[in-house]
């Protein structure tokens, strides 16, 4: 079966760094997708990796290795309105999106 | 900015009602998407629609059906609801071509059956 892990909450401190994983196994791949949603709102694409290595824009990173199935998301400088979930999805080889159950991030002062 | 935008943000319903999500989209967008989200469990995608009139079975169909008679409009249609379709639906478009995995989300109804 096609499964996507990653960890169910987070917490960390304003202005600290955070790294979120995500773990992959798919039917093939042609992409990971990482999305931002804050509570009772509509998720926003955040980045796009469809290459190994690292893309970076602003604040935020994210990481891939197809290799290992692996993708991180990396918050610099964080601020409390980064407070929300974060979804990781892969696009497998039928161009469908398989979503993970998304990331609690939970920034205290 | 795209906008996709869902009729309803909060319903509540009883058992054996006919449901209507509506979704409309302003960007011209070819695909269109419906999803429920359930805590602790990923996007699951219901239906979805790559043209006018077209529609495809996504991974969790059953129990509902779709509707796309305008490309800007995807209608999300519950024919009997139950209270196990207590949930989120997400709307989402995005350009054509199957490798556009760029979504444009709308912001969720949310629907309990009762």
């Known amino acids: 079966g096609q499964n996507i892990d990653q960890p169910t909450e987070m917490t960390a401190t304003e202005g600290a760094i955070v790294q979120i994983n995500c773990t992959y196994q798919?039917?093939?791949?042609?992409?990971l997708f990482w999305y931002q949603q804050h509570a009772g709102e509509a998720p926003t694409f955040l980045s796009y990796?469809?290459l190994d290595g690292l893309e970076e824009k602003g604040r935020f990173s994210s990481f891939l290795s197809r290799s290992k199935g692996y993708s991180y998301l990396l918050l610099k400088e964080l601020q409390m309105k980064d407070s929300a979930s974060y979804l990781c999805?892969?696009?497998?080889?039928?161009?469908?999106?398989?979503w993970g159950a998304g990331t609690k991030l939970i920034i205290k002062p | 900015d795209v906008k996709v935008t869902q009729s309803s943000r909060y319903l509540v319903k009883r058992t054996g009602e006919k449901v209507f999500l509506e979704c409309v989209q302003d960007?011209?967008?070819?695909?269109m998407f419906w999803y429920r989200q359930d805590p602790g469990l990923g996007l699951r995608l219901i239906y979805f629609s790559y043209d006018v009139k077209m529609k495809e079975k996504g991974d969790i169909p059953e129990g509902y059906s779709v509707s796309r008679e305008k490309k800007e409009r995807f209608s999300l249609i519950l024919e009997s609801a139950s209270t196990n379709q207590t949930s989120m639906y997400l709307c989402?478009?995005?350009?054509?071509?199957?490798?556009?995995?760029?979504?444009?989300f709308g912001e969720g109804s949310r629907l309990t059956v009762l």
């Open positions: 989402a478009s995005s350009l054509t071509g199957l490798e556009t995995g760029e979504l444009f």
């Open positions: 990796n469809v």
């Open positions: 960007m011209d967008h070819e695909n």
């Open positions: 999805a892969v696009m497998d080889s039928n161009y469908q999106l398989i």
């Open positions: 798919t039917s093939g791949f042609n992409g």
